[in-house]
């Protein structure tokens, strides 16, 4: 429960040594980059735009020619490949790829220029695709496409719609133009959506028979051949033939960088790195032959760094106590409690006046989820899956991590839960033994009886028990306020005020609750009724504290009175939050239940080879979606009750989270050898 105190570092060296301390920068990713603003008859700022744009584009050529020979060399990838997380450079591995990155960015450029000439001949491809398709019902034809007919001859090279006959086109012509007697019509070849034909007239008649052609629908084909189209269409394929060739030569000259896509990869981190740095420059202040860099440093990481610069670059590193209110906010927490920096940073990072939540909140986040998940095999099966790929796989990407770790201690919580609850797969071991086995199952606690009780045979003990937990996690929220208070904001009175009178009205108001006789049936007990009287004086004392100094800040008595007036109405605010509690009630009966069904209906079909086959199908299936479905309700009720009910009693939040100037890459990163 840490917030690691922050140092502003400034960095002075000359201008030469500016690109090898911000690579050394970037490596070790200790230091958040500040925007300096310094220009003045000394400093100046260099716009870097220009060198960004152009790694930016180099970037993206090395991913555009990654894709291309992704289509053409699949890349083998396991199903867990998206937990190894990036692969880890040396230092002496990552200069001698830099050294190659001229070679690998000219190969990038091959790739792209063989894809570009695939799509040409693609694209040429079609246009003759189309021009072997128009000709195909042409190539009866044994003149051009183009021919007009002889010197005293016209021809009309066409197509009507539909199926014609040669008698209907002559016919139809003869109505229209009855003085024209020389019309041969030959047919090319018809079907049910067109006729092609050749018509043949005399040079005088040709105007007239064009216009009656016109109006009975004759129309010219859009394609038309310079040549015979039987001779055109051997062209055309000739010309298919070469695209092909073409295309595959193309092809073969993708596959053979299939070896090159990893150090296509560290080309694409490379220059996304270089594009980062000239980015950064943006921030720097530089002189003719110096630079200054400010930022942000953890104090941990602050004299390595300082030793480091000194030595290798002839720098001057200087340190000054940030300020809180400037300074971004990084977590340091124990293994336990580090998961649940996520779920904090999920909802906002702690001001430098209050204390980081995490470790009392990890405490209840693993509890709650436990309790609504509430099964030792759903636990088991999530707690060992968790464990597998965390040991598997070691250079899982942080944010990862940390979630792996966080559902790992999630599993084992619901597995505790759920051997409490007596709940292992519902009630699979009894049935298991009734069904197929015909005996009574082996009286194991935890897996066939519950260690304390079951709840749904006992809902009841299980909603107060609910409460209870309730209860506790919103005063201990009201604890944390205290001790922001004391120790962030010096204000002990405020404790009395704003946290101690709460404790005493909510307090006192459930001890007065516990000695009415309706809690015998709820709760199973109730309290002598001295304590009533106790619970009574302290929600009293509490009420008037309230009353009286919940509106301190105002100078009008009135106002001030108002104001406490409303803040007593908070009471209600409370005990919805309690009643919220229920939740827990109401997702591990959820999960146990349903359970519980699946295994009802994989034992419906007997102890035959077909029951057992179905049962473990059933089994298998039913307890995954289960698994799936009341583990996401058993995250997201859980965060609502850190957010909403607990958050909201004490948390301001607001914190900047601190940000380095780091590696932001996709493929590799670089170990820093300090």
Not at 155 to 177: C, Q, S, W
Request: aromatic share 12%; with cysteine; charged share 20%.
């Amino acid at each position: 429960m840490a917030m690691l105190k922050m140092q502003r570092v400034y960095v002075y060296a000359l201008l030469k040594y500016c690109k090898d301390i911000l690579e050394t920068l970037q490596r070790r990713g200790v230091v958040e980059i500040e925007n300096l603003n310094i220009e003045d008859s000394v400093f100046f700022k260099d716009d870097t735009s220009a060198y960004q744009a152009q790694y930016q584009r180099m970037a993206s050529n090395a991913i555009e020619a990654n894709e291309i020979l992704s289509r053409y060399a699949k890349r083998k990838k396991g199903l867990l490949s998206s937990f190894k997380g990036r692969k880890q450079l040396t230092r002496e591995e990552y200069d001698k790829l830099v050294d190659e990155t001229p070679d690998i960015l000219r190969i990038a450029y091959d790739i792209i220029s063989c894809q570009k000439n695939i799509d040409t001949n693609e694209a040429e491809k079609i246009k003759y695709q189309q021009q072997l398709e128009i000709i195909q019902p042409w190539l009866s034809l044994d003149v051009p496409m183009n021919f007009t007919g002889t010197a005293t001859t016209r021809a009309f090279i066409g197509k009507f719609p539909g199926d014609k006959t040669t008698t209907e086109i002559v016919t139809e012509l003869a109505e229209i133009i009855p003085e024209v007697e020389d019309v041969e019509v030959e047919m090319i070849s018809h079907d049910s959506n067109q006729t092609c034909v050749f018509i043949l007239t005399s040079k005088k008649d040709a105007d007239a028979v064009s216009d009656a052609l016109r109006r009975i629908g004759f129309e010219y084909p859009s394609y038309i051949s310079p040549v015979i189209p039987k001779q055109r269409e051997k062209e055309i394929n000739k010309h298919l033939s070469n695209r092909d060739g073409r295309i595959l030569e193309s092809e073969n000259v993708i596959k053979s960088y299939a070896k090159y896509a990893e150090k296509l990869d560290f080309l694409e981190d490379y220059y996304v790195m270089k594009t980062e740095r000239y980015a950064a420059y943006d921030d720097i202040a530089t002189s003719r032959n110096t630079f200054v860099l400010s930022g942000y440093i953890p104090e941990p990481d602050a004299q390595s760094l300082k030793e480091y610069l000194e030595t290798s670059f002839d720098a001057e590193v200087e340190f000054e106590e940030a300020t809180n209110d400037d300074a971004p906010v990084k977590l340091k927490n124990n293994k336990f409690a580090e998961p649940a920096e996520s779920v904090l940073a999920t909802y906002s990072y702690p001001d430098h006046h209050e204390a980081d939540p995490t470790s009392i909140m990890a405490i209840f986040y693993y509890i709650f989820f436990g309790m609504m998940f509430s099964d030792a095999g759903y636990g088991l099966v999530m707690a060992i899956a968790c464990a597998v790929c965390l040991l598997k796989f070691k250079g899982m990407e942080p944010g990862l991590k940390r979630s792996m770790k966080m559902f790992f201690w999630c599993g084992v919580s619901t597995t505790i839960w759920g051997l409490l609850f007596g709940s292992f797969f519902g009630d699979a071991v009894t049935v298991i033994s009734n069904t197929f086995f015909h005996t009574a199952p082996p009286n194991i606690p935890g897996l066939v009886t519950p260690i304390w009780f079951n709840p749904v045979d006992d809902p009841m003990q299980m909603l107060m028990f609910s409460f209870l937990l309730g209860i506790i996690h919103l005063f201990t929220g009201l604890a944390i306020l205290g001790y922001n208070y004391i120790k962030y904001q010096k204000d002990y009175l405020a404790v009395i005020y704003d946290v101690i009178s709460w404790y005493l009205l909510v307090g006192g108001g459930i001890l007065a609750l516990l000695t009415m006789d309706m809690m015998e049936n709820i709760a199973g007990f109730t309290l002598p009724p001295i304590f009533g009287t106790i619970g009574g004086i302290m929600a009293a004392v509490g009420a008037v504290i309230i009353l009286i100094f919940s509106g301190r800040e105002s100078k009008n008595p009135v106002i001030r009175l108002a104001k406490g007036a409303y803040g007593l109405y908070g009471t209600t605010g409370y005990l919805s939050d309690i009643l919220s509690y229920s939740r827990l009630l109401a997702l591990g009966l959820a999960t146990g239940v349903i359970a519980t069904v699946f295994n009802k209906i994989g034992s419906m079909m007997g102890d035959s080879v077909i029951g057992v086959i179905g049962f473990i199908l059933i089994f298998v299936i039913g307890h995954g979606v289960n698994i799936g479905i009341n583990a996401l309700g058993a995250y997201v009720h859980t965060n609502r009750l850190q957010f909403v009910e607990f958050f909201g009693k004490f948390y301001t939040g607001g914190g900047k989270e601190f940000k380095p100037f780091k590696i932001n890459t996709k493929h590799y990163t670089v170990k820093e050898e300090n």
